[in-house]
């Protein structure tokens, strides 16, 4: 917070001076460094201490928020975004123009009612929304980080939300829930602040990441590295964007996020505008021009090297290392309450990984709930119509609000 | 892990229910279907309770309902639980239908202080007669599946839950035979009399 209390209240600071400096050449509003949400911006005097042994300053966070705080604050709940997510959970995308990403469980009457829950969705740190990243304008030079970003961890993100919401006077979280990585940001927040954790839902995701899925990240790091555009990250001084390359892993880490049977099902071998295959290498099949269009239209709204970054944050993810190799220390003495959801044709993050969190809570005598989903959907589950998933989030969330007394 | 014997699960959860003296308990009820029992002990008994449950159907319901209930299996899952982690570790009616009945004994009474276990009694009169008349394997109201389709793998009768007891070193503190309509049988018997006319028997148990 650079204008130090003035900005400690700064739930209001919101980024509305659209100055020169916000808008870019072809006068779209500069969204990585001046974002269109709220921003909460912390000086060269408050320093993130990084994972990695550096500290950033200044820092930003940029975040959204839902619903009302109540007097006594205890009703905030904050919202953990996937890999590309952002902190427009709820409502529409200034970039794509898309709704929110998960209104579905989120809005007035969702399981994460907003009506009676604060929500607070931030970006994560390392992306490129509007929180510090590698996209974002480095104050030593003046010029976007690129690579000189310091390489950020799911410790170092959670540590910058706990920055967020201390800054807006929230002392203990009614709840924090998020999928996939951003399960991962919710083991996190529950093992490294267990006092401001009152209820826990982390959905699809795993206490470690585990080989085969950084394979996958690093086959996505290699193609976009493999762009010449790439420029050693430096591309955006020179006017570039690798989106090749960038196009490609999220082509591939698209298969991941689906099951065989969903993609058989929606696609099965169908033949995309034709009767019958051209003997050449155009999309001949539906799923090729699905994946290229799903490679093409990310392109558009997320940059390279921050998909570089935050992977790599996934990657390094490792919950049981950071406590002597064994996960359950992760949880000791812990009061906070455990939601977690897997989903039964989810490879990526099996129900198995949810399993270990699970046995990890039991031996830690955690309060636990534990819900396999069955979905054919693949990983992509936590993010679509899945009802027994709502049923059991609100569920959840209507007794942990009993037992923390917010049902008056 | 469902209940498996329809209509008497009020009667055996209200004896359960008795057994469970100590308010604000810690307990672990496994196989515990829809939460019925768990919800009822938290309202009644104002306990700590959390459930293991093997169908997903009856662990959304539980959860669904704001009870703590995880998805897991009597047989495989039992071992990630603490020693002494619960006053009272429960299993209602669940039993028969696990691979390693003595096993899971011996689980629950590492985890569980006391141990609470009902389970239908094979022996009763009524199961008897069916064989030696019909020479079929019994099929009544209260064990409703034919052999070749119930889940119910490995019955016993009150006299046998009594050896298996003594075989893993339990100590029976209370033990008690219900009729057809779930009641208790008010009368204190031998075990070969509860073992004629029980349709099943709660048994409180602890580590000797």
Known sequence: ?408 | MNKHVPNTIRGDHRLISDLITKPGARVLDIGCANGDLLDHLIRSHNIDGRGVELSQAGVNKCVARGLSVVQGDADLDLSAYPDDGFDYAILSQTLQATKDPKQVMQELLRIGKKVVVSFPNFGHWRNRMQLLTKGRMPVTDYLPYTWYDTPNIHFCTIRDFVELSKEVDAEVLKAQALNAKGEPIGFNAPWWVWNLIGDQAVFLLKRK
């Not at chain 1, 201490?49 to 905030?76: F, H, M, R, V």
């Not at chain 1, 510090?132 to 030593?140: E, I, V």
């Not at chain 1, 006077?169 to 919710?186: H, R, Y």
């Not at chain 1, 071998?269 to 050449?280: D, K, V």
Request: with cysteine; aromatic share 10%.
């Open chain 1, 1 to 408: 917070m650079t204008d130090s209390a003035g900005t400690a209240t700064g739930a209001s600071e919101t980024e509305a001076t659209a100055t020169e400096s916000a808008v870019d050449a072809i006068g779209q509003q500069d969204e990585v460094n001046h974002p269109s949400s709220k921003v909460m911006r912390f000086g060269l005097d408050m320093p993130l201490k990084l994972d990695g042994g550096t500290e950033l300053a200044p820092w930003q966070i940029a975040y959204e928020t839902y619903g009302s705080l109540n007097e006594e604050k205890t009703n905030a709940i904050l919202i953990c975004h996937a890999l590309t997510g952002d902190q427009y959970v709820a409502s529409t995308s200034p970039v794509t123009g898309k709704p929110g990403w998960w209104e579905m469980m989120v809005g007035p009457g969702k399981p994460v009612d907003t009506d009676r829950f604060f929500v607070i969705c931030a970006n994560v740190l390392g992306g490129c929304m509007g929180t510090t990243g590698p996209a974002s304008t480095s104050p030593a030079t003046g010029e976007p980080y690129g690579l000189t970003m310091p390489v950020v961890t799911i410790g170092d993100m959670v540590r910058s939300q706990a920055k967020l919401v201390e800054a807006l006077g929230i002392e203990t979280l009614f709840a924090v829930v998020g999928g996939s990585m951003g399960g991962m940001q919710v083991l996190q927040w529950a093992a490294a602040y267990p006092e401001k954790v009152f209820a826990a839902v982390p959905i699809a995701t795993a206490p470690r990441h585990s080989s085969q899925n950084i394979a996958f990240h690093e086959v996505g790091r290699q193609a976009v590295m493999a762009d010449p555009d790439w420029l050693n990250g430096d591309y955006e001084r020179h006017g570039k964007r690798p989106t090749k390359g960038l196009a490609v892993a999220r082509m591939a880490a698209h298969i991941t996020y689906m099951s065989d049977m969903s993609l058989h099902n929606k696609f099965g071998r169908n033949l995309q505008n034709r009767s019958e295959i051209t003997f050449g290498f155009d999309a001949d099949f539906q799923i090729e021009s699905y994946l290229r269009h799903q490679g093409m239209t990310f392109v558009d709204r997320f940059d390279a090297n921050s998909y570089l970054y935050v992977t790599r944050a996934m990657d390094y993810f490792d919950l049981a290392a950071q406590h002597g190799g064994k996960l359950a220390n992760a949880f000791l003495h812990t009061k906070t309450r455990f939601c977690v959801v897997s989903f039964t044709t989810d490879w990526l993050f099996p129900t198995s990984e949810s399993k270990a969190v699970v046995q990890a809570l039991n031996a830690a005598a955690a309060n636990v709930s534990f819900v396999e989903i069955d979905s054919d959907r693949g990983h992509d589950a936590f993010l679509l119509n899945e009802p027994e998933m709502f049923a059991t989030v609100s569920g959840f969330l209507n007794s942990a609000a009993e037992a923390r007394g917010l049902n008056a």
